[in-house]
């Protein structure tokens, strides 16, 4: 299965823009489903993450509150709100969903080694 990510652009900000995660596969189905985020010469970053059990989801500090995660179950899709976009937040952001085999436990969302398959990446810049 192949993760499309999309949504991404130029904002100014305070602006919102909302990224897309669609699966290939419309009947691929997984436990949990995450965004991470590259900013230029850093290491990925944990930004949000669902889980199936319960609809539990986490969110990194420097996000809470301004984006939300979000799926959509009849076309497999995933989504981030993000809202009130700072310049900090400029990355390249990436979706990731673990193996349908694969149950995540809350504490192990933030852990990308936790998800199996990653879209190419989608870019969110932030201009001040």
């Known amino acids: 299965v192949q993760l499309q990510a999309s949504g991404g652009g130029l904002v100014q900000a305070g602006d919102s823009l909302r990224l897309s995660c669609a699966a290939s596969?419309?009947?691929?189905?997984?436990?949990?489903w995450a965004w991470f985020r590259q900013a230029p010469g850093k290491d990925y970053e944990f930004v949000a993450a669902?889980?199936?059990?319960?609809?539990?989801?986490s969110y990194a500090d420097s996000v809470k509150g301004r984006f939300t995660i979000s799926r959509e179950r009849a076309n497999n899709t995933v989504y981030l709100e993000m809202n009130s976009l700072k310049p900090e937040d400029t990355a390249v952001y990436y979706c990731?969903?673990?193996?349908?085999?694969?149950?995540?436990?809350?504490?192990?969302?933030?852990?990308?080694?936790?998800?199996?398959?990653w879209g190419q990446g989608t870019l969110v810049t932030v201009s001040s």
């Open positions: 990731a969903f673990a193996r349908p085999d694969k149950g995540v436990i809350l504490s192990a969302l933030p852990d990308r080694y936790s998800y199996d398959y």
């Open positions: 596969e419309r009947t691929f189905t997984s436990n949990a």
């Open positions: 669902l889980r199936r059990s319960g609809g539990r989801a």
